[in-house]
């Protein structure tokens, strides 16, 4: 059993504060991967968890105990950093059996126990070559090796595919996916790739400034964002973010996006958004999987509306859209055959089932 | 995919002048390289050839470059005297000791100053720089003061023992060992030490079994320097030491060898080359890890 404990972590460097009061329970078995831009503090929380960082204030518990001033070595934790950090001078199987040999297990157990995670990683063939001959994902592979060798009570992995290029990072991800399915052991990971964190996670922490902004399960932070920061990080392309205002109408609301656009809101929503009639500072949230062509059959709360497109970038399966919206570029996803051209008018359907309506003063999500 | 076309296409252009300004650059630098070879290796070359003269073939006017009774009685000569091989002894054993203390010092001197952070360390790294700047030929009249001074409370007589050079040079030797390996153990990346701290090692473990073998080139090329200090330093010797069973071979080879103004050419040749060996074998054995040390870091490990 390792559940991971958070309590009101902070942690301040001279007179900048890097983590400003984190809480988080990571249950036993759990894959969590803290998320958001560079500078956040999510490496620092890793390292804090991991012990390479003093914790300035709060606590942290590992597997129930409070293990702020247990050295690194004492934590039964193991980390897999970014640039792999094997030792040059060993070979593979050395680099792996390192931590076990400094706690001078026997060599029997030793040998038993990097055969069977070369075996997890399919790097039996590579045990007696050095780093330098590996290629960046073996070495990615000999990394996690050396971390699951020593049978932690947590893995800590930080940032440990953006070394790779695209196309072997995709295959790590899953392998890593594959990896702790084998081996179920408590996993923090940081990235700040959202497409890694949602393909990864079972829960995700979204980070931003030193603070949690949310946690919770991948499609619960795509559908429900807490707040405009989440809506934005989560997805890709970015959530549209258009400036409008709520005006009351004959049984509803009616959202004014500008002189030319206005959607009725959908029915479930007018009495949450009732009470902010008279807010100046609304924006209309909407991915731009929500913006479309225009279909034969209208589901409730689609409605159409008509643009000027500006760009358009055809990906193959569907192409990206750009307009501009109310002195916003608003980014949409059509369907290759549906005509779109760069400078013609177009009719787009909007999907108000999932919008959003955010405070940009306060930046939730109303 | 056109424009990669387009870009394989510039690149084959700039392949084609890179070769050429290649090409021109390797002549050049051959063309300056013979005559730095030849500028250098002239002297040694004719220490080679006076020392297979005789004394009277050396006076005789004929051609310096040519030998023509070779003869290795100067290096028989030489090495009949007792006192030649009491230099070689003393040389030997001072530089062996010299080397052994100055990278006892400066490795674990270098990985604390270049991994602990503690108050002051960046203030020493200097300081320890600073220290092999200032100038032996600056420091010799101090340390014989300090010599007399400990003699005149101690009763401990310091100066005239041959020993005295194995606490000397490491004044030279470890400001200099410690600052390149603070530059080798600086380029090792941080989170190799972060990985073998998770993996249970402490500070020594770390020294030892990752950071020592990671910067071996380093280590050697910081051994060649202490052991190419100690054994070919003139000063220190020539200022500390004067009895004739206390020199070190480059003293010992200059004062015993010259008589007043007699100068036995055949025999302080002979003598030159014969200490001039140990270094060339050191060197031609430890030439491999000495390059790989000074161009650590042009690749990844």
Redesign the interface.
């Known amino acids: 059993m390792a559940q991971v404990t958070l309590r009101n972590i902070v942690k301040k460097y001279d007179e900048t504060l890097a983590v400003r009061g984190i809480d988080l329970d990571i249950t036993d078995k759990e894959f969590v991967v803290l998320v958001g831009p560079s500078g956040c503090g999510k490496s620092t929380t890793l390292r804090m968890i991991?012990?390479?960082e003093e914790i300035t204030g709060g606590e942290i518990l590992i597997g129930g105990d409070v293990v702020n001033d247990v050295?690194?070595?004492d934590r039964n934790?193991?980390?897999v950093?970014?640039?792999y950090?094997?030792?040059?001078?060993m070979t593979v199987f050395e680099n792996m059996s390192?931590?076990l040999r400094?706690?001078k297990v026997p060599k029997p157990e030793i040998q038993q126990r990097v055969e069977n995670a070369a075996r997890i990683l399919d790097i039996s063939e590579l045990l007696q070559r050095k780093?330098?001959q590996l290629s960046g994902g073996q070495r990615q592979r000999v990394a996690m090796g050396?971390a699951i060798v020593?049978d932690p009570k947590v893995f800590l992995f930080d940032e440990p595919l953006s070394n790779l290029d695209a196309k072997l990072r995709v295959q790590m991800r899953t392998e890593i996916k594959k990896v702790h399915q084998k081996v179920r052991t408590t996993t923090v990971y940081v990235t700040h790739d959202q497409v890694e964190a949602m393909t990864l996670a079972d829960r995700v922490v979204v980070m931003n400034a030193g603070r949690i902004e949310q946690v919770g399960a991948p499609n619960d932070l795509y559908h429900a964002p807490a707040t405009k920061f989440v809506a934005g990080f989560i997805g890709s392309p970015a959530m549209n973010f258009i400036p409008c205002r709520l005006e009351a109408a004959a049984g509803g609301l009616r959202l004014m996006v500008n002189g030319e656009i206005a959607f009725p809101v959908p029915d479930d929503r007018v009495t949450r958004y009732r009470q902010h009639l008279n807010n100046g500072r609304l924006l209309f949230g909407l991915r731009p999987e929500h913006i479309t062509e225009v279909r034969r059959h209208l589901e409730p709360n689609q409605h159409p509306f008509e643009v000027d497109l500006e760009v358009t970038e055809p990906m193959g399966m569907e192409t990206l859209i750009y307009c501009q919206i109310n002195g916003t570029e608003v980014c949409g996803r059509v369907s290759p055959g549906a005509g779109a051209a760069a400078g013609a008018r177009m009719r787009l359907l909007a999907d108000l089932n999932n919008m959003h309506l955010i405070d940009d003063d306060t930046g939730q999500v109303l | 995919m056109a424009a990669t076309a387009i870009a394989e296409g510039i690149q084959k252009v700039r392949h084609g002048s890179i070769s050429k300004n290649r090409r021109r650059a390797l002549f050049w630098s051959y063309v300056f390289l013979v005559i730095f070879a030849v500028f250098f290796l002239t002297p040694p070359l004719y220490m080679l050839i006076t020392s297979l003269k005789s004394s009277a073939e050396i006076a005789a006017i004929t051609n310096p470059w040519f030998v023509y009774h070779p003869t290795l009685e100067n290096y028989a000569a030489l090495l009949d005297q007792q006192v030649f091989l009491v230099f070689m002894r003393n040389s030997i054993v001072v530089s062996l000791c010299v080397v052994a203390i100055t990278m006892l010092i400066s490795v674990p001197a270098a990985f604390a100053l270049a991994r602990m952070k503690f108050w002051g360390s960046g203030v020493l790294a200097t300081g320890v720089f600073l220290t092999y700047l200032v100038p032996e030929s600056l420091l010799f009249i101090p340390l014989f003061k300090i010599f007399a001074f400990v003699h005149q409370y101690t009763g401990i007589e310091l100066i005239n023992h041959w020993w005295v050079l194995i606490v000397l040079y490491p004044t030279l030797s470890v400001p200099f060992a410690t600052w390149i390996m603070i530059g080798y153990f600086a380029s090792i990346p941080k989170e190799i030490d972060e990985a073998a701290l998770i993996d249970g090692a402490g500070y020594i473990q770390m020294l030892t079994k990752i950071f020592i073998p990671v910067a071996l080139p380093g280590i050697i090329a910081a051994t060649i320097f202490a052991f190419t200090v100690s054994w070919a330093d003139f000063l220190y010797p020539l200022a500390f030491t004067t009895s004739t069973d206390q020199l070190v071979l480059p003293v010992g080879i200059i004062t015993t060898l010259i008589k007043g103004d007699v100068y036995n050419w055949g025999q302080i040749m002979a003598g030159s080359l014969l200490c001039a060996a140990p270094p060339l074998i050191v060197y031609a054995f430890l030439m491999d890890y000495y390059i790989a040390g000074l161009t650590a870091g042009a690749t990844k490990g």
């Open positions: 991991a012990g390479l050295p690194p070595k934790i193991a980390m950093f970014q640039n950090a094997l030792y040059p001078h390192f931590g400094l706690k780093p330098r050396r020593r």
